[in-house]
């Protein structure tokens, strides 16, 4: 698959990179990561990152990731590849709805459990710990140069989605691929510091999240009024992060976070376990993911509830 991939960016002039909306570190990490590596290995492409500059605006990744982003219009797709990266279903992708209307020729590289089946070549890799991590591999074997900026972009997806080293997904080859972008200048302690580095008001935020969260039986919940965007200036994407809080306990086995995506109207919630399968569980509500770590999408409280009890249910069995 590899070669027909690597096939594919020499025979196209231009190429878009997408990834999954409410983006984090892998997404952005992947996307602007294989886009980089590109630019260093590969003469007069054109290549654009699918996306909204306001996803960067209020997102704690801004100061890693700094664009651009582009909205792709019917133009841009003329006799461009698209490669679509960290995405299991076609209603996740950042910009596309749908491939009914598309002619272009498709790449899906991703780590999730396959969704959905899309893409005429397909890279996927699901015991690996990130998407950064495949792009990686993939720059090792091409014997691609690889800048200090596309290892740090990399190293970024590989820290984040990784839980920092600390996931059942880490393996050896994910400490590989860490000491090769560290070999090519990626700075843990420069990367890891921006990361912390978080303004006030989100640790007013956090704590918040704390004093405020509930607990039935060993799920932690807790959904976020829509009102705190405003009060802390936080982005629904950044807040959607703090799911990380909800199972700092080791009492916890499951978390259920959700905050409100104003721009799509629609509330988003992530649900982690540290025990039990849970994605099949958020595909019952037009989401899915790693069987740990997942997304969704609800109406309101009533389906929040619902959720949550199905949560409960899964945790006594």
């Not at 996306?51 to 100061?63: D, H, I, P, Q, V």
């Not at 910009?95 to 005429?120: L, P, R, W």
Request: charged share 30%; proline share 1%.
């Amino acid at each position: 698959m590899i070669k027909q991939f690597l096939e594919e960016i020499k025979n196209h002039k231009k190429i878009i990179l997408y990834r999954h909306q409410k983006p984090d570190g892998d997404a952005f990490g992947s996307q602007f990561g294989l886009g980089e590596l590109i630019k260093d290995n590969f003469k007069n492409k054109e290549i654009l990152f699918s996306g909204e500059e306001e996803e960067l605006k209020g997102n704690y990744l801004n100061k890693i990731f700094k664009g651009p982003l582009k909205k792709i219009d019917d133009n841009d797709l003329k006799d461009a590849l698209l490669i679509i990266l960290d995405t299991a279903n076609i209603e996740r992708i950042e910009g596309i709805d749908s491939f009914d209307n598309v002619k272009n020729k498709v790449i899906k590289i991703d780590h999730h459990a396959t969704a959905e089946d899309y893409g005429d070549i397909k890279i996927i890799h699901e015991k690996y710990s990130s998407t950064s991590e495949i792009i990686s591999e993939i720059a090792e074997k091409s014997k691609w140069n690889i800048s200090k900026k596309s290892a740090e972009y990399l190293l970024t997806g590989l820290i984040t989605d990784s839980g920092r080293f600390m996931f059942s997904s880490v393996s050896e080859n994910t400490l590989h691929q860490a000491s090769i972008l560290v070999k090519n200048n990626a700075k843990t302690s420069k990367l890891s510091g921006m990361l912390n580095d978080r303004d006030i008001n989100f640790v007013r935020l956090q704590g918040k999240i704390l004093s405020s969260f509930k607990v039935n039986k060993s799920v932690a919940s807790y959904m976020m009024p829509k009102h705190l965007h405003k009060k802390f200036g936080v982005s629904y994407s950044t807040a959607s992060s703090m799911v990380f809080l909800l199972m700092s306990s080791k009492e916890i086995k499951y978390g259920l976070f959700s905050s409100y995506d104003s721009k799509n109207k629609v509330w988003k919630v992530s649900i982690r376990s540290k025990e039990k399968p849970i994605n099949k569980i958020a595909e019952k509500y037009s989401g899915g993911g790693h069987k740990m770590a997942s997304g969704a999408k609800i109406n309101g409280k009533g389906e929040f509830n619902k959720l949550l009890k199905e949560l409960v249910n899964l945790s006594s069995k």
